[in-house]
């Protein structure tokens, strides 16, 4: 299945550095369109930290650095997404991200999934209403809030908060979904909510999903990659051992 | 795009807030600097009088603004010692013995206090010394005694509020290290938790002294004059620094005296950019980023 | 253990005399302003203009000195402040907030005596050549150097409350495509409205209680004032000029209305930020 799809992200020679400490050792990868990709290894940045290599979040932290280039396929053409002219707003509404632990803004359900189309300049209420309605349902939120969307987003759970936080991510409708540990923070029947929705997001999206815990890449991932200082050590089906080129 | 235009409007008037601020600032500091910076020599001071001879109090300066700074060393230095004691005093009891009631209702008064326009302070200065005159001694008039304890006043919250933050601000395990090894309430709060607060009380210190030596509207109306020399005692008139450079923007009689207008408003600029170095060197050096926060 | 209740003692008695004189300064002022209610010219000092000679004792242009003056500050300083706030805490990066935000704790210590001496001798013949009229002593040229005056105290509150914001709402934002301009308005601001209106509030009480500013800038006429360009009279500047009158007459008296009138203003903005911090310590 990986690979006939089309390639969507395509990573090469990646470092990565803040303060002292060398994240990523040139590192090269591939993520095929409608797969989710898993990435695995021991704690430490390096895992989080590609994540945000793709939707260039990274700028936020002082003192790092990169070397390297990334490209994705969006909108049907191949995009070097730290070229100059890239808009990181538009980049991020293309690429989405949802973080480890549920952070809703401080403002109503409906406000929340509405806000990235704000920023994206949408004033039209009808079609914010839909495209809210749409998202919550992709979430698997839809009927346990349609009867609340005002109440204040932090009343929720924390699996529902999550599912929140999806929604609010796919509202702009993105081609890549990116999730960092997108379960450690919840129970096991929120885990199981999750893990489904993410599944059937496969269709719509391309899904990188960073998580520590083995049997769920085994559920739900097409492929996963494990990461050990800074490289890429193993790279499940393929079973490359990945050189650097 | 409209967000675009705006996104770039709200970022030109941010940078624009902050030219003009700086502009204005340094317009206002720059023009006070040139004019006076020729002013700036023993003269300035002394006048025409022999300086050694002013020091030793053996004559008097006329043209000069020896007696004014030495009226406003005084004043702050009565001042700020009635009011430290008090005030420290203060923010250790409700640091660690108000009850929570007390805490909240005498936080209210002292935050009122704090609130208070330095005029009302420097009325009822005056207003008591008046009092007192009538009803107890004809000597009691405004004088430097009467202004050195309405500044007091006026400092006191100050006090009061920065050496109750900072004990409270201590971490628990602080709190808990001496009391676990045996140590009273009392011997806590003396030999632990006061030394340990020292950078944070001691700026307040400096803040008051600053407070002190910039106020004018308390000295005007409790005893400060435009010419009274060296104070004789603690209930004679005495001058000052911002009482000097007020007197002169209102009423100069020459382009010297002028001159030394802008003389004294520099020394005091001076005094007050010292002390806020010296509250940066303490910030920085005892690291006390419990008071000012991780910067 | 007994020397502990007698520190514990000693210290209760500071904070009580502490107290004590917060009361005292209010509790003078009503005592010595008593003889305007028992004389009859209570109303008048709201109605009538300053005549003293002729017996009116009107404070009403001087009340309305205080709200133009302190007012139009308002007005022009609260841009100013959100604006460098924003650039301080959100929008700038690099050298420039670091520098900004010293700068602005340093002017927390310029006296005002200091303002006032340069007011006197650059913006006030800058403001009379502009306007073509006048001494240039009124109350725009107040108003210009109170803006500057309270300026920090608010910039140094809404900065603190910019930077209070929690981060997760911060990576939110920036993770779902807001620009840092639409960070700052949707995300910051909203966040941070009550050390907004705290600083606000703060800012309003030392600009109506200035002294100095007014009395060294605004030119202290005692006739209503019809225009920004003319001359006006605050309350604190009308206390320090009339201080001078006799301790007894009820000229001196209206002092103590004029200091009521300020005492209540400014608890009042102390009761509401404290009002403020406390509803803080509910939400999340």
């Not at chain 3, 608890?267 to 999340?284: C, H, I, W, Y």
Request: glycine letters at 8%; aromatic letters at 8%; one cysteine or more.
């Amino acid at each position: 299945m990986t690979a006939t799809n089309e390639i969507k992200i395509r990573a090469r020679r990646l470092f990565f550095a803040y303060g002292e400490s060398r994240v990523l050792n040139d590192l090269h990868v591939d993520i095929h369109s409608h797969t989710i990709t898993a990435v695995v290894g021991a704690s430490g940045k390096g895992k989080s930290t590609l994540l945000t290599l793709f939707n260039r979040l990274w700028e936020d932290i002082p003192d790092a650095r990169m070397q390297g280039s990334v490209h994705i396929r969006l909108e049907g053409t191949d995009r070097d997404i730290y070229h100059p002219s890239c808009s990181l707003p538009d980049l991020r509404r293309k690429v989405g991200m949802v973080f480890q632990t549920p952070n809703p803004l401080p403002m109503s359900i409906y406000k929340n999934v509405a806000f990235p189309l704000k920023m994206a300049g949408i004033s039209n209420k009808a079609r914010i209403g839909d495209a809210v309605e749409t998202a919550l349902k992709q979430a698997f939120l839809w009927d346990e809030v349609k009867d609340r969307l005002r109440e204040d987003a932090r009343r929720l759970s924390g699996g529902q908060q999550q599912r929140l936080c999806i929604a609010r991510a796919l509202v702009v409708e993105p081609e890549v979904l990116l999730l960092d540990e997108p379960t450690s923070s919840l129970d096991a029947t929120a885990t199981e909510t999750i893990e489904k929705l993410i599944l059937s997001l496969k269709e719509t999206c391309t899904i990188v999903v960073v998580s520590h815990d083995m049997a769920q890449v085994e559920r739900m991932a097409d492929r996963w990659l494990e990461l050990s200082e800074g490289r890429i050590v193993n790279d499940w089906p393929d079973n490359q051992w990945i050189d650097s080129v | 795009m409209k967000a675009r235009c705006c996104d770039k409007l709200v970022t030109a008037w941010a940078w624009l807030s902050g030219l003009v601020l700086t502009a204005s600032i340094a317009t206002l500091l720059g023009f006070l600097l040139t004019k006076g910076a020729g002013t700036l020599s023993p003269a300035l001071f002394f006048g025409d009088t022999v300086p050694l001879d002013a020091l030793l109090l053996k004559r008097q300066v006329f043209e000069g603004i020896f007696p004014a700074t030495v009226g406003t060393l005084l004043l702050v230095g009565l001042a700020v010692g009635m009011a430290v004691p008090v005030g420290i005093a203060t923010g250790i009891y409700m640091a660690e013995f108000a009850a929570p009631r007390t805490k909240a209702v005498f936080g209210l008064f002292f935050d009122i206090l704090a609130g208070i326009p330095s005029i009302l302070v420097g009325l009822f200065g005056f207003s008591a010394a008046i009092f007192l005159h009538h009803h107890f001694s004809g000597q009691i008039t405004p004088c430097l005694l009467i202004s050195a304890l309405s500044l007091a006043f006026l400092v006191l919250p100050y006090l009061i509020r920065t050496t109750q933050t900072t004990l409270e601000n201590l971490p628990r395990h602080v709190r808990m290290t001496a009391p676990a090894l045996g140590a009273s309430k009392l011997q806590t709060i003396f030999y632990v938790l006061l030394p340990q607060s020292l950078s944070g009380i001691v700026s307040g210190i400096i803040l008051s002294i600053g407070r002190c030596a910039e106020d004018t509207a308390v000295i005007m109306l409790t005893g400060v004059v435009a010419t009274a020399g060296i104070p004789a005692s603690l209930l004679s008139g005495y001058e000052a620094l911002p009482f000097y450079i007020y007197t002169v923007s209102a009423q100069y009689a020459d382009q010297a005296e002028l001159m030394r207008g802008y003389g004294a408003a520099i020394v005091l600029l001076a005094v007050c950019a010292l002390l806020f170095a010296l509250t940066a060197f303490i910030r920085h050096r005892l690291a006390d980023h419990l008071l000012y926060g991780a910067r | 253990m007994r020397s502990q209740g007698l520190v514990q003692g000693l210290l209760a008695v500071a904070a009580a005399g502490s107290v004590a004189v917060t009361v005292l300064i209010f509790g003078f002022m009503i005592v010595l302003g008593l003889p305007l209610v028992t004389s009859g010219t209570f109303f008048n000092l709201f109605t009538s203009s300053w005549l003293p000679n002729e017996g009116l004792y009107g404070i009403v242009p001087m009340m309305a000195g205080s709200l133009f003056i302190a007012g139009l500050a308002m007005i022009f300083s609260f841009p100013l402040s959100l604006g460098c706030a924003a650039l301080v805490a959100v929008l700038a990066k690099g050298r420039v907030p670091a520098l900004l935000h010293r700068l602005v704790r340093f002017m927390t210590g310029i006296p005002t005596v200091v303002y006032g001496f340069a007011g006197i001798f650059l913006l006030v013949p800058v403001v009379r050549e502009w306007t073509g009229s006048g001494s240039g002593m009124c109350i725009l040229s107040a108003s210009l150097l109170l803006a500057i005056l309270i300026a920090p105290t608010m910039i140094l509150f809404f900065t603190d409350s910019f930077t209070g914001v929690p981060k997760s709402y911060l990576a939110a934002a920036d993770a779902l495509g807001a620009t840092p301009v639409q960070k700052f308005l949707h995300v910051v601001i909203p966040c941070s409205w009550r050390g907004l209106t705290t600083g606000v509030l703060l800012a309003l009480g030392r600009a109506v209680g200035d002294t100095l500013i007014a009395l060294m800038i605004a030119g202290n006429a005692t006739a209503f004032p019809g225009s920004l360009l003319d001359s006006a009279r605050t309350l604190p500047a009308h206390i320090a000029l009339v201080v001078a009158a006799d301790f007894d007459s009820l000229e001196f008296r209206t002092l103590f209305a004029c200091g009521i009138l300020l005492y209540a203003f400014t608890t009042l903005t102390v009761v509401l930020t404290r009002r403020m911090v406390a509803d803080k310590g509910g939400a999340p």
